[in-house]
């Protein structure tokens, strides 16, 4: 039977509870009546159908909606095969709502409050035939404008409904039609159905409004304080990810953050533990908690602010949760019993089940046995059934003699094999989130806690990220006013203010078209959902193959984040800032697009030229499909029309302060392959001087002259825009020694005649003479 269709063709509304700005309505035969604003009388659900208000579910699984290998946990899942039954009663007694099953013979008992300001369904019980899953509330609405998939949430202009769980153990999804949005709160009986709870609350003028009630929910049913966390001005600063602080480099460190306009410094735990899990002291701070307060105390006391990056759900390979006695809390994928006893030099393994589908990815091949680790090669598919190839006492345990009958296990290697995993339904991962709340607490306060790895657990993804993420926060004292992550669930909107740091994966010469595909329309996603996301983490600043990123390369990531008032960051050592040639330039760029935006000095109309994405053309882009995305955009295929809408757009712009000290903006056209790639450089027109032509040039590295057959008359230097630099000239030439980024000015002279210009001066490169 399909879920979206009740038993029963005639409806009579049998429950109606209301707040001051809706009206919900629930039909006695359980399917929704009505969701009428009361307001204007607007009705929300979708037309033409009759949809229950409850689904149950049983005989079939849970499985990831996409084949693909990330799409467990970073995608839906969906219920595949079994039955699912709809609601065919419904009645209300007091503050007690029953929906009833029939064909599954089920019966599910709520607790409803109603107040003013929202609707609340707790689930109290389900009784009657196996239940695998149970969608306890579920609006099918018209699928309205703005859809924040990410809060649960569907406006329009005038009205938002927006459906939430109540606490950690519930979740809450949406799931877009073409013309409606079915929206739904889903209990499993792994944390459990009883307690899961559903809050539905409407909001006139959402965009000024939602948050406002999202608060006044996160109070009354004690959620961490996402709404109060994201209007704080600190969601708004950009970081620079030191890569490797120390006692003694970390001045170097302050000194380049300042210089790029960074209000916060961020580093790994890697830069002072050995390892996740326990975080022991590496060889860097031998005097421990003493160095890293030193280094936390040396930022704060420059004037920034701390953050520290975290993997929190797995330990490091050589941990002592992992040797020289594997934890029995580290998860395990599959479990086996042993068809003959072994000794300790056994290289062959037999066992009594079949080991078809074991990873046999490199460095993931890890089984358990008792307190051993063994690593093997290989396994049979047929009886006798054995592991292969096996490495005894793997990762400094010991081997030994195990019994027939006794049990092994697969542990749950990580993807990156530097890491094992944690059973989450274990206290593993409350003891290390003591041991981090411990560093957090003695070298504090920090500004940001970045959440990496969030995918990195079991089943189900949707409950153990956030609960793996909301043990460690709920013990960091004072809380952090932002926190970071890539991968996050529905509960995770309270915790995670900002989203969507991306990995160094384009080389230099392709950061452009990386941020112009994955960080823009994503940030224009995250709107709908009140939330910011991170244009970072920038890397290849000191050089790839393709040489070393440009100022422009920067200015344009720092001008597309700005388009949505959103931070950067940048990862990098202090060997990568000093290979940069231009790194004076790359970093004066950020900082100069970084003040601004943190002054406001950018208007509606400026900030809407800046953007580069369509309202149509706005998609979420989770970091699994980066390099896939990136892959296909330099080969030039497989792109959709949406992204390749987003490419076409291939202006940049330019901010600067101008001669009346005032910031200004132009959009900006490169003039490519100049020079042979000695110099880059891109023209602009002012308002101000309508009949000049400006052009923005640096050399790539070094000093290079460039020489131009014209007056001097016909040509200004400026360095900054403004201040003239002299000039050279001799029998009829001008010429111009260009290094860090400079202004030249051609009077009365088109865009195309500088281009001209350009392309037939002669050069003369510093890099050339120490060649010869």
């Known amino acids: 039977m399909s879920p979206d269709r009740p038993n029963t063709p005639v409806a009579v509304a049998q429950v109606a509870l209301e707040t001051d700005s809706f009206q919900l309505q629930i039909a006695g035969d359980g399917s929704l009546e009505s969701i009428v604003s009361r307001d204007d009388g607007t009705e929300y659900i979708a037309p033409a159908e009759r949809w229950p208000i409850a689904v149950v579910f049983r005989g079939g699984k849970e499985e990831p909606e996409f084949p693909d290998e990330h799409s467990a946990f970073t995608g839906r899942w969906i219920y595949r095969g079994g039955e699912s039954f709809p609601a065919t009663h419904a009645s209300l007694s007091g503050d007690r709502l029953v929906i009833e099953f029939d064909g599954a013979e089920v019966r599910a008992e709520y607790r409803v409050t109603t107040t003013p300001d929202y609707l609340a369904f707790e689930l109290l019980s389900v009784e ?5 899953r149970i969608d306890f509330l579920r609006l099918n609405i018209r699928k309205l404008p703005r859809l924040g998939q990410w809060i649960n949430a569907a406006c329009d202009d005038h009205f938002g409904i927006c459906l939430r769980a109540g606490n950690i153990r519930t979740y809450a999804e949406m799931e877009p039609e073409a013309d409606h949005v079915m929206m739904r709160t889903t209990a499993e009986p792994d944390p459990g159905f009883e307690g899961a709870v559903a809050v539905l609350f409407g909001c006139r003028e959402p965009r000024e409004k939602l948050l406002d009630a999202m608060a006044l929910v996160e109070r009354e049913f004690d959620l961490p304080s996402g709404v109060a966390r994201r209007r704080l001005p600190e969601q708004r600063a950009s970081y620079l990810w030191a890569r490797s602080p120390t006692p003694e480099n970390i001045g170097e460190y302050i000194d380049w953050a300042k210089r790029g306009g960074f209000r916060v410094i961020l580093f790994s735990y890697s830069a002072f533990a050995e390892g996740a899990g326990h975080f022991r002291w590496n060889a860097s701070y031998p005097n421990g908690m003493d160095d890293l307060k030193r280094v936390t105390d040396a930022i704060r006391g420059a004037g920034l602010r701390v953050g520290m990056h975290l993997h929190y759900c797995k330990a490091w390979r050589h941990d002592p949760y992992v040797t020289p006695i594997p934890d029995e809390r580290l998860h395990k994928v599959r479990s086996f019993v042993l068809a003959e006893p072994i000794d300790a030099d056994a290289q062959t393994i037999a066992v009594t089940e079949n080991p078809t589908g074991c990873t046999l990815d490199d460095k993931r091949r890890i089984l358990k046995i008792g307190d051993e680790l063994v690593e093997y090669e290989g396994y049979t598919t047929k009886p006798p059934f054995r592991f292969t190839g096996c490495e005894r006492g793997f990762l400094g345990t010991t081997a030994g ?8 296990a697969l542990i749950d290697v990580d993807t990156w094999p530097k890491f094992i995993r944690f059973d989450q339904n274990t206290d593993i991962q409350d003891e290390a989130a003591r041991t ?8 504090g306060p920090y500004e940001l806690i970045y959440f990496d790895g969030a995918e990195d657990v079991h089943e189900p993804f ?53 941020c112009r595909l994955m960080p823009c329309p994503t940030a224009a996603e995250r709107v709908k959902d009140f939330s910011r996301i991170e244009f970072g983490w920038l890397g290849r600043f000191g050089g790839d193959e393709t040489g070393c990123p440009g100022p422009d390369v920067f200015e344009y990531v720092a001008s597309r984040a700005a388009a949505w008032d959103c931070p950067v960051s940048l990862h990098v050592s202090l060997k990568e800032i000093m290979n940069n040639p231009r790194r004076d330039d790359c970093l004066a760029a950020l900082k100069l697009w970084e003040d601004a935006r943190q002054e406001g000095r950018f208007d509606q109309t400026q900030l809407d030229t800046l953007k580069n994405v369509q309202p149509e053309h706005a998609h979420y882009v989770r970091c699994y499909k980066q390099r896939e995305t990136w892959r296909r955009c330099e080969a030039n295929e497989g792109l959709n029309d949406t992204q390749r809408a987003i490419l076409a757009d291939r202006r940049e712009h330019h901010l600067f302060v101008n001669e009346s000290g005032d910031y200004e903006l132009v959009e900006i056209k490169e003039i490519p392959g100049l020079c042979d790639g000695l110099v880059e450089a891109f023209t602009f027109k002012r308002t101000r001087s309508p009949r000049t032509t400006f052009v923005l040039v640096h050399a790539t590295d070094g000093d290079v002259r460039l020489e131009f057959a014209l007056r001097e008359c016909r040509l200004t230097a400026m360095r900054p825009f403004g201040t003239t630099l002299p000039l050279e000239t001799a029998d009829g030439t001008t010429m111009v020694s260009v290094s860090d980024r400079q202004y030249l000015a051609f009077p009365d002279t088109t865009r195309d005649d500088v281009e001209r210009i350009l392309r037939s001066a002669s050069t003369h490169s510093d890099l050339e003479d120490e060649e010869r």
């Not at 981090?436 to 070298?443: E, F, G, M, P, S």
């Open 128 to 132: 009657g035939g196996p239940v695998n």
């Open 462 to 514: 949707w409950y153990h990220v956030a609960s793996a993420q909301h043990r460690v926060y709920e013990l960091l004292e004072p809380t952090p006013p932002v926190c970071e992550a890539a991968h996050y669930t529905h509960f995770s909107w309270h915790m995670i203010t900002r989203s969507n740091a991306y990995d160094i994966v384009a080389p230099g010469d392709g950061m452009k078209d990386f």
């Open 436 to 443: 981090i709340a411990d560093i957090y607490r003695q070298t």
């Open 401 to 408: 003699a195990h019994r027939k009958g006794g049990d092994l």
